[in-house]
């Protein structure tokens, strides 16, 4: 099983000041590498897929870089808005599995 | 639009058993795979069963492997997560989501509490 691992667990923003979030993976994964975004009360929703894709509909602000088992999700201008828990994902083997996630906060 | 609505959900004893559905829409269902993920109250995500565009292939986690059992039913569009042996730690809101063409999970449900305790 892959293990992933998250950092740092929780991030203080300030508007306008970038905010990078760190994901590690235990084994190379080939770009097989997905952010979610998760505000209270609501269901996961798919960021980034491929490593650095943006979904459909996600703003540019959010961005995803890396590759083989180090991997960082950046907001380039955080907005209150943004303001939720992150998990990293990977999806090359089975089990799929999440990252504890970066509660990230104003 | 894309929709997955799961339900099924409900207090169930520990020993017990329950199945969820999740109801899909918006899309060519018999084309993509589909996962149960689910969130203990406080905590993170957990991915924990997967199955293939056709069914034929299952995956599943291993906290749940042999008690718990994903399947789909295309002409229902619907999928399933049977659930038997529950334990308190199964506890969590299931959600069911759409493995996108990149396998990412790109559409979730609302998701559908279970809770066990007697």
């Known amino acids: 099983e892959i293990v992933m691992t998250q950092a740092p667990a929780t991030l203080s923003l300030s508007p306008g000041v970038r905010a990078s979030l760190s994901c590690r993976a235990s084994?190379?994964?080939?770009?097989?590498l997905a952010w979610y975004q998760q505000r209270p009360g609501q269901a996961p929703r798919l960021l980034i897929y491929?490593?650095?894709i943006r979904a459909t509909g996600i703003p540019a602000r959010f961005s995803g870089s890396g590759s083989g088992t180090e991997f960082t999700l950046t907001i380039s201008s955080p907005q209150p808005d943004d303001s939720a828990v992150y998990f990293c994902?990977?999806?090359?083997?089975?089990?799929?599995?999440f990252g504890q996630g970066t509660k990230v906060e104003f | 639009e894309v929709q997955l609505v799961e339900s099924g959900g409900g207090l169930v004893q520990p020993g017990g058993s329950l199945r969820l559905s999740c109801a899909a829409s918006?899309?060519?269902?018999?084309?993509?795979?589909m996962n149960w993920v689910r969130q203990a109250p406080g905590e993170g995500l957990e991915w924990i069963a997967g199955?293939?565009?056709?069914?034929?292939?299952?995956q599943y986690a291993d906290s749940v492997k042999g008690r718990f059992t994903v399947s789909r039913d295309h002409s229902k569009i619907a999928l399933y997560l049977h659930m038997n042996n529950l334990r308190a730690d199964d506890t969590a809101v299931y959600y069911c989501?759409?493995?996108?063409?990149?396998?990412?999970?790109?559409?979730w449900g609302q998701g559908d509490l279970v809770t066990v305790s007697s």
């Open positions: 994902q990977q999806y090359v083997s089975w089990p799929r599995t």
């Open positions: 989501a759409r493995g996108g063409s990149s396998w990412a999970l790109d559409f």
């Open positions: 199955i293939s565009s056709g069914g034929d292939t299952v």
């Open positions: 491929g490593a650095t």
């Open positions: 084994q190379r994964l080939t770009g097989n």
């Open positions: 918006g899309f060519t269902f018999s084309d993509y795979e």
